[in-house]
Structure formats: structure tokens, C-alpha cells
Nanobody, 114 residues
Framework: QVQLVESGGGLVQPGGSLTLSCAAS????????MRWYRQAPGNSREFVAG???????KYADSVKGRFTISGDNAKKAIYLQMSNLKSEDTAVYYC????????WGQGTQVTVSS
């Protein structure tokens, strides 16, 4: 079993920056992919950024050049650095680990508003 806890969300003005963190506990030895998703009100959950072992980093077109995903194996954590935030980035952000089973955190709210 893997448990995920996101943090770092909040209210930020357009053009601002935030860094989200996702801390994992449990056995992540078999995890094959780590990703960030987001869900805005009224919308379905969408992929934001992620990496799989043996594959390149991937980003949604809407965040390329503004968001950066990274990980720290020692801390069993992944991060999402977000810059030049826009109102359309407002959503609940979820981290996801996958090893033939999807593990999800509870989400952290990001609100971009002046």
C-alpha cells in the first residue's frame, strides 16, 4: 500500500509561483510512474505532468514551459514547481503513483486570482 499526501497549495495572484509537494509513505519500490493531475470545478481530472521509469518527462501542452516536475527518491517525494500561473490553472491538484494500481492523494487546492 502507498499513501500520498499533497501540500503547498494556496491563493496566488496571476503571474505568481507555487511549489506543490507530494509525500509518499509505504512501499514504493514497485512504483513505475509518478504524475500530477488537476481537476477544476465542472471539469474532469486532467494530466498535468509526470515521469515513468525509462521514459521522458511529459507535460500537458497547457503547462509546458511554466511547470516543472521533479522527484526526490530519498524523501519519497515529488514536486511540481509552477510559475507564471494563470487563472485557468485554478484547480485541485492531485499526485498519482502507479504500479499496476493507481494511488491518489487527497488533493491540494490552487487558486489563481487577483
Amino acid at each position: 500500500q502507498v499513501q500520498l499526501v499533497e501540500s503547498g497549495g494556496g491563493l496566488v495572484q496571476p503571474g505568481g509561483s507555487l511549489t506543490l509537494s507530494c509525500a509518499a509513505s509505504g512501499n514504493i519500490f514497485s512504483i513505475k510512474a509518478m504524475r500530477w493531475y488537476r481537476q477544476a470545478p465542472g471539469n474532469s481530472r486532467e494530466f498535468v505532468a509526470g515521469f515513468s521509469y525509462g521514459d521522458n518527462l511529459k507535460y500537458a501542452d497547457s503547462v509546458k514551459g511554466r511547470f516543472t516536475i521533479s522527484g526526490d527518491n530519498a524523501k519519497k517525494a515529488i514536486y511540481l514547481q509552477m510559475s507564471n500561473l494563470k487563472s485557468e490553472d485554478t484547480a485541485v491538484y492531485y499526485c498519482n503513483f502507479w504500479d499496476e494500481y493507481d494511488y491518489w492523494g487527497q488533493g491540494t487546492q490552487v487558486t489563481v486570482s487577483s
